[in-house]
């Protein structure tokens, strides 16, 4: 197999053994700003990938996140943080990665290299569902194992990749490829690439939780409201939205056990909680359909 941009030597940085550390930094960030524009480069293709996760999610679908190493870290990660900033259950957005939830901590050695296991683990997919196979250098067999399961049921498929020369690429039913160049250090993907990653996972699962309905206006109408924190957040945004102080908005929280949602309709239609579940649930859940022009 040709060596892949991943593996590159980085002519800017040959000498960040020797520099002086403030150097060093200003080297690695001169690098990291390379990344949010390689992204931007990819607008259109992530545009389509969020499209696509939205649609299956109404179909009652869910997305699948496959990497190694790194890149399956990074899966884990962002589908971890999905339940508790808009509220689905945790089987919505899952990460599963070669060889096991052990090499989340510790590397589990030729896991990424295992394409039965890859086909193994795919084995939870349906046609309704969404798998994005994540990979810096884009060719672990353990991914092709992945992308030829979900091939087999109809799932569809997405490719998260950062090498153009990509296997899974070629496999994929869309493709996103950020192409940062090579890494700081030789073949480190946790850098660059790692950062590209994260940014793109970010906007699939933000974007597509935005589609169906999980936001209104740029506020986190879903999140649960565990703790401290996030209990004055609540209180903010149904503030905010409906317009009362927070006295009121805390009233509402506390009546409709801490949802957000359910607590905005209550003050703005004059509803018992229950009721203002029922208007919600008519409309999918979705606040923005709910409310009228000029609340919106």
Not at 19 to 36: Q, S, W
Not at 103 to 122: L, M, N, P, T
Not at 242 to 265: F, G, Q, R
Request: aromatic share 4%.
């Amino acid at each position: 197999m040709s060596e892949v941009m991943t593996e590159y030597r980085n002519e800017n940085t040959k000498d960040i053994d020797i520099l002086p550390t403030i150097e060093m930094v200003k080297k690695m960030n001169e690098e990291d700003k390379i990344v949010a524009l390689a992204v931007e480069d990819e607008s259109e293709h992530i545009a389509q990938a969020i499209d696509m996760i939205a649609k299956q999610f109404l179909k009652g679908g869910k997305l699948y996140y496959f990497g190694a190493g790194t890149s399956g870290r990074l899966g884990i990660l962002d589908a971890s943080e999905c339940p508790p900033t808009f509220s689905v259950s945790p089987d919505m957005v899952q990460g599963i990665m070669a060889g096991g939830d052990k090499a989340f901590r510790i590397a589990v050695e030729g896991a990424e290299d295992d394409f039965e296991a890859g086909k193994k683990d795919a084995a939870v997919l349906t046609d309704k569902d969404v798998a994005v196979a994540i990979s810096a250098s884009g060719n672990p067999k353990y991914l092709l194992g992945v992308l030829q399961q979900a091939d087999s049921v109809n799932a569809k498929t997405i490719a998260l990749t950062c090498n153009s020369k990509a296997l899974i690429a070629e496999d994929a039913g869309l493709t996103i490829c950020v192409e940062v160049g090579p890494e700081v250090i030789a073949g480190s993907s946790r850098l660059k690439a790692g950062t590209a990653q994260k940014m793109v996972l970010n906007m699939l699962t933000t974007g597509a939780m935005i589609k169906i309905g999980k936001t209104y206006q740029n506020f986190m109408i879903d999140l649960k409201a565990s703790n401290e924190k996030l209990k004055d957040r609540a209180i903010r945004i149904v503030a905010q939205i409906a317009d009362v102080t927070h006295s009121d908005a805390l009233a509402a929280l506390l009546d409709c056990n801490w949802e957000i949602k359910t607590a905005i309709v209550m003050i703005l239609r004059k509803v018992s909680p229950d009721e203002a579940r029922l208007e919600l649930k008519k409309h999918c859940g979705v606040l923005r359909k709910l409310l009228t022009r000029e609340l919106v």
